[in-house]
């Protein structure tokens, strides 16, 4: 699978941004995805994921509440709206994809087969 994240940008706080992932090389059905980030000097974060059967959905506590995943499996496509934003959620976004991965290992980087390179946003005060 081949994953290519955009959408992202600068913003200001309190504004929203819409993150887009389109897959390519098989379909996403039956497969996990998922968005993980990496802000400037430090470690990789667990954000959001979403189940392969698609009907449940992890978010980290940080973003719960504030960003949503979607998927359409018609488009091979993922995103990840982002509301609220706060200076802190500045990072790089990557997104992630992976056919085996099981519910109990979703918010563990390493777990995940598959990563797209990454999209920047920036969150001013």
């Known amino acids: 699978v081949q994953l290519q994240a955009s959408g992202g940008g600068v913003v200001q706080a309190g504004e929203s941004l819409r993150l887009s992932c389109a897959a390519s090389g098989r379909t996403l059905r039956g497969v996990a995805v998922g968005w993980f980030r990496q802000a400037p000097g430090k470690e990789r974060e667990f954000v959001a994921a979403?189940?392969?059967?698609?009907?449940?959905?992890l978010y980290s506590n940080s973003v719960k509440g504030r960003f949503t995943i979607s998927r359409d499996n018609t488009k091979n496509m993922v995103y990840l709206q982002l509301n609220s934003l706060k200076p802190e959620d500045t990072a790089v976004y990557y997104c992630?994809?992976?056919?085996?991965?099981?519910?109990?290992?979703?918010?563990?980087?390493?777990?995940?087969?598959?990563w797209g390179q990454g999209t920047l946003v920036t969150v001013s005060s």
């Open positions: 992630v994809a992976d056919a085996s991965i099981i519910s109990s290992s979703l918010s563990n980087g390493a777990a995940w087969d598959y």
């Open positions: 979403s189940t392969r059967t698609g009907g449940g959905a």
